[in-house]
C-alpha cells in the first residue's frame, strides 16, 4: 500500500471518528441528561425559576438586589449580600472582587458597608454579619446567614407595619439547615424569603 493510500484511510478515519464523536458526545448526550434531568428534576434542570402569581421573578439559584434605581436599599424588603457581579449578580460576569485581606480597597468596601448597613439596620457598626459586607466567591449567592436575615426583621416589619414576631418567625422557617446535616452553614434564600414576606403582607 502507498504511503499516499495509508495517509488518506487514516485521515478517512480520523475524520469518521470526529463525526462520530462530535454527534455523540456533543448532540446525543447533552440530549439525554438533559431529558433524564428533566423527568427527574424538572426544576433544577430548568433553572429553579421562581415564580410569583404564575410570573417568573427570578432564580432560587441566582441571588438578585432589593434596591431602587440609585441603587439604596428598599427598606420593605429583606436585602441580600454583596455581589461583585459586573453590575451585581450578572450571570455573565460571576466573579468576586478578587481582591486580597490585605488589599485598602477591600478594607475601605467593608468599612462603607458596615457603616451602610448599620445605619440602615439602626444597630452598631459591630453586630453587623460578615455576610453583609462580603460577596462570595461568585458573586451570585441566593442566600444570607441566618443572622443576616434576623437583623433586617425589625426594619422589614416597620416599613411594612407588620408584627416583628410574624416576621422573625418568617425568617426561621426559611431557615435551610446544612445539607446532609454536614455540609455548608444555615442558611436563608432571599428571594424566597421576600416572596414568603408578600404572602404574609397579604
Same mark, same amino acid.
Given at each position: 500500500?502507498?504511503?499516499?493510500?495509508?495517509?488518506?484511510?487514516?485521515?478517512?478515519?480520523?475524520?469518521?471518528?470526529?463525526?462520530?464523536?462530535?454527534?455523540?458526545?456533543?448532540?446525543?448526550?447533552?440530549?439525554?441528561?438533559?431529558?433524564?434531568?428533566?423527568?427527574?428534576?424538572?426544576?433544577?434542570?430548568? %433553572?429553579?425559576?421562581?415564580?410569583?402569581?404564575?410570573?417568573?421573578?427570578?432564580?432560587?439559584?441566582?441571588?438578585?438586589?432589593?434596591?431602587?434605581? %440609585?441603587?439604596?436599599?428598599? =427598606?420593605?424588603?429583606?436585602? @441580600?449580600?454583596?455581589?461583585?457581579? %459586573?453590575?451585581?449578580?450578572?450571570?455573565?460576569?460571576?466573579?468576586? @472582587?478578587?481582591?486580597?485581606?490585605?488589599? =485598602?480597597?477591600?478594607?475601605?468596601?467593608?468599612?462603607?458597608?458596615?457603616?451602610?448597613?448599620?445605619?440602615?439596620?439602626?444597630?452598631?457598626?459591630?453586630?453587623? =454579619?460578615?455576610?453583609?459586607?462580603?460577596? @462570595?466567591?461568585?458573586?451570585?449567592?441566593?442566600?444570607?446567614?441566618?443572622?443576616?436575615?434576623?437583623?433586617?426583621?425589625?426594619?422589614?416589619?416597620?416599613?411594612?407595619?407588620?408584627?416583628?414576631?410574624?416576621?422573625?418567625?418568617?425568617?426561621?422557617?426559611?431557615?435551610?439547615?446544612?445539607?446532609?446535616?454536614?455540609?455548608?452553614?444555615?442558611?436563608?434564600?432571599?428571594?424566597?424569603?421576600?416572596?414568603?414576606?408578600?404572602?404574609?403582607?397579604?
Amino acid at each position: 500500500m502507498s504511503t499516499a493510500r495509508a495517509s488518506a484511510r487514516q485521515l478517512g478515519a480520523a475524520v469518521r471518528a470526529v463525526i462520530i464523536l462530535t454527534l455523540a458526545l456533543g448532540l446525543v448526550y447533552p440530549l439525554a441528561v438533559t431529558g433524564i434531568a428533566r423527568m427527574t428534576v424538572n426544576s433544577r434542570a430548568n %433553572g429553579s425559576v421562581v415564580s410569583l402569581d404564575g410570573q417568573p421573578v427570578g432564580s432560587a439559584l441566582i441571588g438578585q438586589s432589593f434596591t431602587d434605581a %440609585g441603587g439604596a436599599a428598599l =427598606p420593605e424588603w429583606f436585602q @441580600s449580600r454583596p455581589s461583585a457581579a %459586573g453590575d451585581g449578580y450578572d450571570g455573565g460576569a460571576s466573579s468576586g @472582587s478578587n481582591l486580597g485581606p490585605a488589599n =485598602p480597597d477591600l478594607a475601605a468596601a467593608i468599612g462603607e458597608r458596615r457603616e451602610a448597613v448599620a445605619e440602615l439596620e439602626g444597630v452598631d457598626p459591630g453586630d453587623v =454579619p460578615a455576610d453583609a459586607l462580603t460577596a @462570595s466567591s461568585s458573586g451570585l449567592d441566593p442566600h444570607i446567614s441566618p443572622e443576616y436575615a434576623l437583623l433586617q426583621v425589625e426594619r422589614v416589619a416597620a416599613a411594612r407595619g407588620l408584627d416583628p414576631d410574624d416576621v422573625r418567625a418568617l425568617v426561621d422557617s426559611a431557615v435551610e439547615s446544612r445539607r446532609g446535616g454536614v455540609l455548608g452553614e444555615p442558611a436563608v434564600n432571599v428571594l424566597q424569603l421576600n416572596i414568603a414576606l408578600l404572602e404574609l403582607d397579604t
